[in-house]
């Protein structure tokens, strides 16, 4: 089995933007699933502090977080077959990280955040 750290640093590298957002969020994605911002990871209330372990791997088997749909750029199809070791191994890891204050919601309009000093949905409540 590998690590949860080693499968959390080939797979969530839209998540670490800088040494002080760390899994925190803010990269800003264009595509053709439209325009999202990289969310929060981390266990802060602003992050998936509030994912237990089944939602965690429901949500990267299924692409889904209860009924809401992650975007299509989340590689949710990669992480099918991993095993559910593997996936808790990932879970785990991150609850070791630090957590960091960043709100990235991007069901809402875009506006300045102070903190990644980008826009995005929510970034007015940072």
Known sequence: MATGKYLVSLGCGCHRVSEKLDFGGGENLKGPWGEVTSPNITSDPSGIGYYD???FIKALRTGYVGARK???IMPFGAFQ???DDDLKAMYAYLRT???VHHRVDNTLPATYCKIC????????QN
């Open 70 to 72: 992650l975007s299509s």
């Open 97 to 99: 990280v630090q957590p």
């Open 81 to 83: 077959n991993l095993s």
């Open 53 to 55: 372990e089944a939602t």
């Open 117 to 124: 000093k980008k826009k995005h949905g929510a970034g007015d």
